[in-house]
């Protein structure tokens, strides 16, 4: 399908020299987490004196993750570098990253690994973009060597580290490279966030604080933390900008090659599956996630518990592969207090004004009145999205609600453009109660396998039965010819289950 539109379009300009402001301005934190290897982490901080970008706005934040011995860095007078030190209780890189930003007092927060060395215009190229905007985060290339050190003395030799290094078999991830490829540097499709990397990595700091930061509880060994930060940066409507020039060079292979990693993708894919919406993950069927498909917020106040209920359950009950979280808020105190306790264990419902708690969901339903029609959010996940329709407006007999994409109604709040404008740029939709009913019928006839199994099965008892039964065979196929809701199709259905063989 072709690509209408994109709410990553960011312009070529922000990654440009050209573009550079008369003075730079933006105070840069570059944390990095170690573990082990101190003679290494002293030539990396030897190397990040060579930086273009000015050392007066510039702190470095080493956080140890429980070495043993502790690290004892040899920091080089041109550096502000501040050193934290947490207790080793597994693989603590997410906790080590989280501690550096909770300490940082830079405008924007720049991720390094200690096992990497930047080339000189390293910062200076993260920094660019976020002088155009905010906010922001910044994905830099790594290419990786052979070599396992580095020396001090090639490194105040001057030699620039892409020279010193270009003889030990230089490799760049071709994942990386291919999806910034195939998605014209972010600007094509939804899944840019799948390329981020915490080794090489740049986001406004308080864009880090505002969604969380690093899920330090759920990911506690190698991999996967950097993609779901990336899926709730995403969501959260900011740019995500890959920066080719912000490179830095990895001392030793991609951990790609090791023998175990089809076991840690497994795990990985699992791990992410609960809190990233997405159709390359396994999100079995009518389970609730931590990052459900569809956000629905009831967005007048309901006046009892038992009207309350009535939409709960209408939504809850769709039959699809959606996870659903409802936001709802009660006039009544009473009943409300009545909500909270009949929903403790449910967590799926958040009890309070929209936007309260609600959790990341690609689809955000504002949800005035009516009662919501059965099959309406499997037609909302194939209906809004990059290249179809960010927006979408219902309205008739049924109440009215307005659907949006996530990602670019959190861009019209954060005021990055009015309500009207995205309309008009991202495929904004109009439509009565008739037309959508008409296409969720439609879509559940033409991509329901089960469905198109049954009705198989109909006709082909149709075939084998006496002229008086083929005439009741008929009509009950009319009237699941003429099905207008899920509701509707599945009484047909059920009729024809019933009849005599």
Not at 129 to 145: D, F, K, M, N
Not at 236 to 254: D, K, N, Q, R, Y
Not at 319 to 331: E, F, G, N, Y
Not at 371 to 397: D, K, N, Y
Request: charged share 25%.
């Amino acid at each position: 399908m072709t690509r209408a539109w994109s709410s990553n379009d960011w312009p070529q300009q922000w990654v440009e020299p050209d573009g550079d402001p008369a003075e730079w301005h933006l105070r840069m934190s570059v944390v990095i987490p170690a573990f082990g290897r101190p003679d290494q982490l002293d030539v990396l901080l030897e190397a990040l004196t060579q930086q273009t970008y000015p050392g007066h706005l510039t702190e470095i934040i080493v956080v140890d993750d429980g070495s043993d011995p502790a690290l004892l860095p040899t920091i080089p007078a041109a550096l502000q570098v501040k050193t934290l030190r947490q207790e080793r209780d597994g693989f603590g890189l997410a906790r080590a990253r989280n501690l550096g930003v909770r300490s940082a007092t830079g405008d924007v927060v720049i991720f390094l690994d200690a096992d990497m060395i930047p080339e000189t215009a390293w910062l200076e190229a993260h920094a660019r973009p976020h002088h155009h905007h905010s906010p922001l985060a910044t994905i830099g290339p790594r290419t990786h060597v052979s070599r396992l050190e580095v020396t001090m003395e090639e490194i105040r030799s001057g030699t620039l580290i892409q020279d010193l290094l270009a003889d030990s078999q230089p490799e760049q991830p071709a994942w990386i490279l291919e999806r910034w490829e195939t998605t014209n540097d972010g600007r094509i499709g939804d899944d840019i966030w799948w390329g981020t990397s915490g080794g090489n990595f740049g986001i406004d700091r308080q864009l880090f604080l505002d969604i969380g930061g690093y899920d330090e509880e759920g990911f506690r060994e190698w991999g996967g933390e950097d993609n779901e930060l990336g899926y709730r940066i995403y969501q959260s409507g900011a740019f995500i900008v890959p920066v080719h020039t912000a490179m830095a060079w990895h001392l030793g292979p991609a951990t790609n090659d090791s023998p175990d990693i089809d076991e840690r993708r497994r795990r990985i894919k699992i791990l992410l599956a609960s809190r990233v919406a997405s159709d390359a993950l396994p999100r079995a069927r009518g389970l609730a996630f931590r990052a459900p498909d569809i956000a629905v917020e009831i967005v007048d106040p309901v006046g009892s518990f038992e009207e309350a209920m009535q939409h709960i359950t209408a939504v809850l009950s769709d039959p699809t592969d959606a996870s659903v979280r409802i936001s709802l808020k009660c006039a009544d105190g009473t009943d409300a207090a009545l909500l909270e306790d009949y929903l403790a264990s449910e967590p799926r419902v958040v009890l309070g004004p929209p936007d309260q708690g609600m959790a990341t969901a690609p689809v955000t339903v504002r949800w005035e009145s009516g009662m919501w029609p059965a099959g309406f959010a499997t037609w909302l996940l194939v209906t809004i999205g990059e290249s179809r329709s960010a927006t979408l407006r219902i309205g008739g007999f049924a109440g009215t609600a307005v659907a949006w994409a996530s990602r670019v109604l959190n861009q019209v709040e954060s005021r990055l453009m009015t309500e009207a404008e995205a309309y008009e740029r991202f495929g904004g939709r109009t439509l009565t109660w008739d037309a959508v009913l008409s296409d969720v019928a439609d879509m559940t006839l033409s991509e329901g396998e089960e469905w198109r199994r049954r009705v198989g099965v109909a006709e082909a008892k149709l075939a084998d039965v006496s002229s008086r039964r083929a005439v009741r065979w008929a009509n009950h196929l009319g009237t699941l010819a003429r099905a207008r809701s899920l509701s509707e199709i599945r009484q047909a259905l059920g009729s024809i289950s019933r009849a005599p063989h």
